[in-house]
């Protein structure tokens, strides 16, 4: 199938230069990121950014020596990633290495800096693209499992560090009695958990209470039972697959319930705010984080928003319409507050807070 059309030439405007120039700029730099990106993956996949932290400045032979690697190869990645200030080269000795704060973002994924598995989460959509272009002619949608796996370890390796980071530390204590409250135990929902990062996180946390993760995906539901395993938890955190408005009851409601960046992939939103709205305890809270955006178009202009946005036109919405989500129903990455608000309050919730928020994220505090 082709990929482009012909087109006769069109009649336009004649364009400032200065505009096009900018314009030129503007798209070299984004075409740059572009390919450099699977050269991000590719140093994430081989372990090359790891390697150069812990051995220090090293010439291409050096790395090749250490990683098993072609030498040839390495000096061309290596020249790549000092063209894109991923490491720093110093020409008096021919060595590269990494400073701190590149290391901390590419080297080491148990910091909560770790930033590399994004890549593997934007090379899903490139890998996919066939697809999504089908998708985009048929208004068809593309179920979350139809993705290249790439996605799926890529999204929990993006969004586990900042759920590391701030979900204990920040979140949780922003709402107001509830760290006591798991502290003495309850009962726990974690919605669309994927890989159980974020469950296992809360289990670690609070070892009294009872976690239950669901997520309509049998792949990300094995694995997450293996790192509950792994991680020592398996006692009291396990998975389920089930959709939102289909997770079971506990006695007495849930104490809390939460859905991490994950809302806004389902084809009826209102449905699951519905289905929690039902199966909370009277006195519980559901910790609703989505993307961090502005409530209208021009509010969200911004690099945020067209990582959210791009994000969203290959991977959410179409998520969205493979569950059945048709027009205001598709939220899509960067739906806002006033709307999550409104959907939490046709539910039945009878308050909504922002309790936190980061670059990324905004925390909503829901209560019945």
């Not at 048709?326 to 309050?345: N, P």
């Amino acid at each position: 199938m082709s990929t482009t059309h012909q087109h006769a030439p069109l009649d336009l405007a004649e364009p400032d230069p200065s505009d096009v120039e900018a314009f030129v700029h503007l798209f070299a730099a984004d075409l740059a990121s572009v390919l450099h990106a699977t050269t991000v993956v590719i140093g994430d996949r081989l372990g090359l950014y790891t390697e150069l932290a812990r051995s220090g400045p090293s010439t291409p032979e050096e790395l090749a020596a250490t990683t098993d690697c072609d030498e040839r190869y390495l000096r061309e990645w290596l020249s790549a990633q000092a063209a894109a200030g991923y490491v720093e080269f110093d020409p008096a000795t021919g060595r590269f290495h990494l400073d701190a704060a590149q290391a901390a973002c590419l080297a080491d994924e148990t910091l909560p800096t770790f930033l590399a598995g994004g890549m593997s989460l934007a090379s899903s959509t490139h890998r996919d693209q066939d697809v999504t272009v089908n998708a985009y002619r048929s208004g068809a949608g593309i179920g979350w499992h139809e993705h290249h796996t790439s996605l799926f370890s890529g999204t929990e390796r993006f969004f586990r560090p900042g759920y590391a980071a701030n979900l204990i530390a920040d979140w949780i204590p922003a709402i107001e009695g509830l760290d006591e409250r798991l502290q003495k135990g309850g009962t726990v929902a974690d919605i669309g958990c994927g890989h159980g990062a974020s469950s296992i996180l809360l289990a670690k946390a609070y070892p009294k209470i009872s976690v239950v993760g669901f997520d309509y995906h049998p792949d990300s539901i094995r694995v997450a039972r293996v790192r509950a395993e792994a991680a020592g938890v398996a006692e009291h955190v396990r998975f389920e697959v089930a959709k939102a408005d289909d997770i079971q009851e506990a006695p007495g409601g849930y104490d809390l319930v939460c859905i991490f960046d994950a809302l806004h992939d389902m084809g009826d939103p209102l449905a699951a705010a519905k289905a929690i709205r039902e199966r909370i305890a009277p006195d519980g809270v559901w910790l609703l984080v989505e993307p961090n955006a502005a409530d209208d178009l021009e509010g969200n202009l911004n690099l945020v928003g067209k990582i959210f946005y791009s994000a969203s036109s290959t991977i959410c919405t179409p998520a969205s319409r493979s569950d059945g989500g048709r027009d205001a129903a598709c939220l899509g990455a960067q739906a806002g507050e006033k709307r999550l608000r409104e959907i939490c309050m046709e539910a039945g919730f009878q308050t909504v807070r922002r309790a936190a928020e980061t670059p990324f994220n905004m925390v909503l505090e829901v209560r019945p």
